[in-house]
């Protein structure tokens, strides 16, 4: 199964700012997806992002405070926005190689707002 | 849409206990399904998954078996131990319209296990 890796693995940050969120996989993959994950919650899916097109954001979400690129088959960011405290999560890329195959994460990213 | 519903937690078992934790889905067509594990301060893992109807998962001494019948992904494992306490999420990869696949999840539910 891919390798993913994610940086920062955590940070905290002050309110209004942003930061980018990176991932890398050790093998081309079609598809990859951001995640995020409230405390003590689920998962919500942010949006998908396949290279070569722009990325699908999901209700909720959208490209003004979740930016993402997706330059090449294994590499992704995510960008957090003008951020504030209710933006404090868990975010997590994964990836996808077919429909039939289960995704695999990456270890997330732990982000605390001031 | 897809929707996944999981049992709710938390879940408090002594070890060497039966574990289940049940899981149903709606779907369209023919769904994939999974058992992620998310271990304290970690990502999700992969614990097993089943992508047709009657196919059984299994990983870790972990079992779920893929009933379409009754639309459910049960998990089970006969002995649990102290190193099973994680949250485990329920989920369900299919067409969610358009052709547009999507990986749904449960809500989690918590397992801590006491020695």
């Keep these: 199964s891919a390798v993913i890796s994610q940086k920062p693995s955590r940070d905290i940050c002050q309110r209004g700012t942003s930061l980018t969120i990176q991932c890398q996989v050790d093998s081309q993959v079609t598809m990859m997806f951001w995640y995020r994950q409230q405390p003590g919650q689920s998962l919500t899916l942010i949006a998908t992002a396949n290279q070569g097109s722009e990325a699908t954001y999901e209700s909720g979400f959208v490209i003004d405070k979740f930016p993402i690129s997706r330059p090449n088959l294994t590499f992704s960011t995510l960008t957090v926005s003008n951020m504030s405290p209710e933006d404090s999560s868990i975010y997590l890329c994964s990836v996808g190689v077919s429909p039939d195959q289960p995704q695999h994460f990456g270890d997330g990213t732990r982000l605390s707002i001031l | ?115």
């Design chain 2, 1 to 115: 849409g897809d929707s996944v519903t999981q049992m709710e937690g938390p879940v408090t078992l002594s070890e060497e206990a039966f574990l289940t934790i049940n899981c149903t889905y709606t779907a369209t067509g023919y769904p994939s399904l999974f058992w992620y594990v998310q271990y304290p301060g970690e990502g999700l893992q992969l614990l097993l998954k089943a992508t047709k109807a009657d196919d059984k998962g299994s990983n870790k001494g972990f079992e779920a078996t893929y009933r379409k019948e009754t639309t459910s992904f049960h998990l089970e494992k006969g002995s649990v131990q102290v190193s099973d306490s994680a949250v485990y999420f329920c989920a369900l990869w299919g067409d969610s319209g358009a052709g547009s696949y999507q990986l749904t999840f449960g809500k989690g539910t918590k397992l801590s296990v006491i020695p």
